[in-house]
C-alpha cells in the first residue's frame, strides 16, 4: 500500500519507503504525538525522531536491530516521556536543540545548531533550529539525491500553520520568520512534511497560506 501519512495511536506504523533510507511513523498517546524510526537501507542503522511516549510500542517498532541514535525535536514534555526508557533499553546517542538541551532530563549527548549533521548510515540530515516554539527547536532535512526533501519539523510546523507560540506575537513572528526564511526559502514545493502531530503535507501545499497565516498572527 502507498505510504499516507495517517497513523492512529494503537494502530500500526505507516513506512514510507524510499531509495535509501525507509521511513516508518507511528502515533503514541496520550496526546496523539508523531514518532519516526529512521533506517537506512544500505547499513541498516536505525535512528528515532522524538521518544514520546510508549516506550513499548517503540521499541517493538524498532526491533532486533536497536538504535543508534534518537533526536529529540524540542524540550516540551509530551516529545520525552519515553525517552529515558528507549536509551536505556538501546544505549542510543541522544540529540536535541542546543538551547533546549536543559530542559529535557535525559543528558543531551550531541547538542545540535543550526546547520548541524546528524547521520544515520549512509544517510546524513540536516537540523534547522527554529525559534519560537521554544528556544531550541530543530527540525530536520533529508536531501534525498533520489528524489525530493524529507523535512520533520517537530511542532514548528504543521497542515495550517507553524506551531502554538502560546499567545506570545513575538514569539510567533520569530517562528514564523525562521520557518519562511530556513524552510520555505531554501527547500522546493515538493518537500515532504513530518510533524509532531497529525498528519503529513507538503511545503507546496502549505506556501501560498503564508501571509494570511502573518496577518492572522498564529
Given at each position: 500500500?502507498?505510504?499516507?501519512?495517517?497513523?492512529?495511536?494503537?494502530?500500526?506504523?505507516?513506512?514510507?519507503?524510499?531509495?535509501?533510507?525507509?521511513i516508518?511513523?507511528?502515533?503514541?498517546?496520550?496526546?496523539?504525538?508523531?514518532?519516526?524510526?529512521?533506517?537506512?537501507r544500505?547499513?541498516?542503522?536505525?535512528l528515532l525522531?522524538?521518544a514520546?511516549?510508549?516506550?513499548?510500542t517503540l521499541l517493538?517498532?524498532?526491533?532486533?536491530?536497536?538504535?543508534?541514535?534518537v533526536?529529540?525535536?524540542?524540550?516540551?514534555?509530551?516529545?520525552w516521556?519515553a525517552l529515558e526508557?528507549?536509551?536505556s533499553?538501546?544505549?542510543a546517542?541522544?540529540y536535541?536543540?542546543?538551547?533546549?538541551a536543559?530542559?529535557?532530563p535525559?543528558?543531551?549527548?550531541?547538542?545540535?545548531?543550526?546547520g548541524d549533521?546528524?547521520?544515520?548510515?549512509e544517510?546524513?540530515?540536516t537540523?534547522?533550529?527554529?525559534?519560537?516554539?521554544?528556544?531550541?527547536?530543530?527540525?530536520l532535512?533529508?536531501?534525498?539525491?533520489?528524489?525530493?526533501?524529507?523535512?520533520f519539523?517537530g511542532d514548528?510546523?504543521f497542515?495550517?500553520g507553524v506551531?502554538?507560540?502560546?499567545?506570545?506575537h513575538?514569539?510567533?513572528?520569530?517562528?514564523?520568520?525562521?520557518?519562511?526564511t530556513?524552510?520555505?526559502?531554501?527547500?522546493p514545493?515538493?518537500?515532504?512534511?513530518?510533524?509532531?502531530?497529525?498528519?503529513?503535507?507538503?511545503?507546496?501545499?502549505?506556501?501560498?497560506?503564508?501571509a494570511?497565516?502573518?496577518?492572522?498572527?498564529?
Amino acid at each position: 500500500m502507498a505510504y499516507s501519512g495517517s497513523v492512529q495511536v494503537g494502530g500500526p506504523a505507516d513506512v514510507h519507503e524510499l531509495t535509501g533510507l525507509m521511513i516508518s511513523k507511528v502515533a503514541v498517546g496520550p496526546m496523539n504525538n508523531n514518532a519516526y524510526l529512521l533506517r537506512c537501507r544500505a547499513t541498516g542503522e536505525q535512528l528515532l525522531v522524538d521518544a514520546a511516549n510508549d516506550a513499548g510500542t517503540l521499541l517493538r517498532l524498532i526491533g532486533d536491530d536497536g538504535i543508534a541514535s534518537v533526536v529529540t525535536t524540542h524540550r516540551h514534555g509530551d516529545h520525552w516521556q519515553a525517552l529515558e526508557e528507549v536509551v536505556s533499553a538501546t544505549g542510543a546517542t541522544t540529540y536535541a536543540g542546543r538551547d533546549d538541551a536543559e530542559g529535557i532530563p535525559v543528558r543531551t549527548d550531541v547538542p545540535l545548531a543550526d546547520g548541524d549533521t546528524v547521520r544515520v548510515g549512509e544517510v546524513e540530515l540536516t537540523a534547522r533550529h527554529l525559534v519560537g516554539h521554544t528556544p531550541g527547536s530543530v527540525a530536520l532535512v533529508y536531501d534525498d539525491p533520489h528524489g525530493h526533501p524529507h523535512l520533520f519539523t517537530g511542532d514548528c510546523l504543521f497542515p495550517g500553520g507553524v506551531g502554538n507560540t502560546f499567545g506570545d506575537h513575538d514569539a510567533f513572528l520569530s517562528l514564523l520568520q525562521d520557518v519562511e526564511t530556513k524552510l520555505f526559502a531554501q527547500l522546493p514545493d515538493e518537500t515532504w512534511v513530518y510533524p509532531g502531530h497529525g498528519d503529513d503535507t507538503m511545503l507546496g501545499t502549505e506556501r501560498p497560506h503564508l501571509a494570511e497565516w502573518r496577518e492572522r498572527g498564529w
